[in-house]
T-cell receptor, first 112, second 111 residues
Framework: DGGITQSPKYLFRKEGQNVTLSCEQN?????MYWYRQDPGQGLRLIYY???????QKGDIAEGYSVSREKKESFPLTVTSAQKNPTAFYLC???????????FGQGTRLTVV | GQNIDQPTEMTATEGAIVQINCTYQ??????LFWYQQHAGEAPTFLSY????GLEEKGRFSSFLSRSKGYSYLLLKELQMKDSASYLC????????????FGTGTQLKVEL
């Protein structure tokens, strides 16, 4: 079945450690996105990529990094520079022609 | 900057009709999406409006007025499972078709 997969669903890390969140899609979509969601708030764009080996900062990119070495994969690294990393992280993808975005199930990151 | 406004919370009765409004002021506009999100889950696509007018899809309809920067989502014959957050998102031109989301409207359906 085609879809977009995020892993793990829950992740705990100690303060000061970098952590990488996985996002894989087999929908053959060119574009991929990372959003952050905090309680009672909408989704805020962290990074997005329209094509392999290229990505752009979103509205809240500070303290995060990404790579897009393969079309199917768009991992997000939450670095120790991110001041408030505890949040629900959502990955999404869309094709260029049909811009409806499909979301993964999300990763809830807790930094203690 | 981009600004998308939705009511924070709404309550409605099972079987009734509810209208969730969204107003936007954005630099560039390609279209407007509505997503449904249950707590702790991924948003799921409901509708997409690019032209003015009403798009109907079963119990859900969505309306767009580009000149007024206004959209609404209409839910008919409400069911308990419709209790969720409803997210309005604008697709911005010139930025790789990225989406800018409102804060979402938490809908509670009561008996």
């Amino acid at each position: 079945d085609g879809g977009i997969t995020q892993s793990p669903k829950y992740l705990f890390r100690k303060e000061g450690q970098n952590v990488t969140l996985s996002c894989e899609q087999n929908l053959n979509h060119d574009a991929m996105y990372w959003y952050r969601q905090d309680p009672g708030q909408g989704l805020r764009l962290i990074y997005y990529s329209q094509i392999v080996n290229d990505f752009q900062k979103g509205d809240i990119a500070e303290g995060y990094s990404v790579s897009r070495e393969k079309k199917e994969s768009f991992p997000l690294t939450v670095t120790s520079a991110q001041k408030n990393p505890t949040a629900f992280y959502l990955c999404a993808s869309s094709s260029r022609q049909n811009t409806e975005a499909f979301f993964g199930q999300g990763t809830r990151l807790t930094v203690v | 900057g981009q600004n998308i406004d939705q009511p924070t919370e709404m309550t409605a009765t099972e079987g009734a009709i509810v209208q969730i409004n969204c107003t936007y002021q954005t630099s560039g506009f390609n279209g407007l999406f509505w997503y449904q999100q249950h707590a702790g889950e991924a948003p799921t696509f409901l509708s997409y409006n690019v032209l003015d007018g009403l798009e109907e899809k079963g119990r859900f309809s969505s309306f767009l007025s580009r000149s007024k920067g206004y959209s609404y989502l209409l839910l008919k014959e409400l069911q308990m499972k419709d209790s969720a957050s409803y997210l309005c998102a604008v697709e911005i031109t010139g930025g790789g078709n990225k989406l800018t989301f409102g804060t979402g409207t938490q809908l509670k359906v009561e008996l």
